[in-house]
């Protein structure tokens, strides 16, 4: 089983960036999945979650309109663009397979990408 965020980087206040995740070990479009982040001295919060199929949808409330989560189960690739980001954007994000939805891991935690928005 493997989980393998990049994608990330240092961009300023407004700017875009577009996350991808490539899972492996498991067959990936029996999986809702997940983007979760951690901002240094917090906890690992759920930002967007995307169902199996990619008909649903969840979005944190402090990325609604500015986050859009997107999935291609061909790829086995769950992916997130961010737009308009903000200084509190900056964290590890990474993504997840969802036990629960929206909001709980199964537990597996592959490498993150970091994302630092300057101000």
């Known amino acids: 089983v493997q989980l393998q965020a990049s994608g990330g980087g240092l961009v300023q206040t407004g700017d875009y960036l577009r996350l991808s995740c490539a899972a492996s070990g498991r067959t990936f479009s029996n999986y809702d999945m997940g983007w979760f982040r951690q901002a240094p001295g917090k906890e690992r919060l759920l930002v967007a979650a995307?169902?199996?199929?990619?008909?649903?949808?969840y979005y944190a409330d402090s990325v609604k309109g500015r986050f859009t989560i997107s999935r291609d189960n061909a790829k086995n690739t769950v992916y997130l663009q961010m737009n308009s980001l903000k200084f509190e954007d900056t964290a590890v994000y990474y993504c997840a397979w969802i036990r629960t939805w929206p909001s709980e891991p199964d537990g597996y935690w592959g490498q993150g990408t970091l994302v630092t928005v300057s101000s």
């Open positions: 995307i169902s199996r199929r990619g008909l649903r949808t």
